[in-house]
């Protein structure tokens, strides 16, 4: 049976949970998958929520760690973060894309199309396939409606350049499946090697 993971799995960098996440499973009420792209976010990085210090939007971003994050984007999607490091600091990882495994005919009519590699590619879509909406904003992780559980399987990651920011441009922590079809967007390859930036084997949780 899979370990779920608990508020100290969380309690570390959000670049190191980031990484670590990928290839752990993600289900809300049952529904859910493997997720296979994510990005990190801390305090001290200009593009992160927390940069500007503790909002009534962002408070739940500064802890305890192991909690759901959850904010609208552009007013439309719900998107899903879990928080990091320890309580005051503000840090998080924006779950980007899942494989869709769990609940598959509710993520489609949810969603209102069928083809699986659409459902869960984005953290918008995320949001919407999984039923997140702002009342689930500061739950803990390890209680329901939520489970992460851990997997003792190897993962190779990419990384590469986080998506959709105008500052920290040059911190490379957006993380990915490599060889997944359900990621967002592909990662950049690398000139001399035609394979994707920084590719290696994930720290397990």
Not at 35 to 44: K, M, N, S
Not at 111 to 132: F, K, N, T, Y
Not at 157 to 162: D, E, K, L, N
């Amino acid at each position: 049976m899979a370990l779920q993971l608990r508020p100290h799995d969380f309690s570390g960098d959000s670049h190191d949970v980031a990484l670590a996440l990928i290839g752990t499973v993600l289900l809300v009420d049952g529904v859910g998958g493997r997720i296979v792209e994510t990005e990190a976010y801390d305090r001290q990085d200009p593009a992160s929520h927390s940069y500007c210090g503790p909002t009534p939007r962002n408070e739940v971003m500064f802890g305890p760690p192991g909690r759901a994050y959850v904010y609208r984007s552009y007013g439309i999607h719900w998107c899903l973060n879990f928080v990091c490091r320890e309580d005051g600091h503000g840090a998080g990882v924006l779950i980007r894309a899942i494989e869709p495994l769990y609940g598959m005919d509710l993520m489609r009519a949810r969603r209102g199309l069928h083809d699986e590699r659409l459902l869960c590619s984005g953290p918008g879509r995320v949001g919407q396939a999984l039923g997140i909406t702002q009342e689930l904003n500061g739950r803990r992780l390890d209680q329901a409606p939520f489970k992460v559980l851990a997997t003792a399987e190897p993962v190779v990651v990419a990384r590469g350049p986080r998506i959709g920011i105008r500052k920290a441009m040059e911190i490379h922590w957006r993380f990915g499946l490599e060889g997944s079809r359900f990621l967002s967007r592909p990662f950049p390859l690398t000139p001399s090697t035609d394979e994707p930036n920084h590719a290696r084997t994930a720290k397990r949780i």
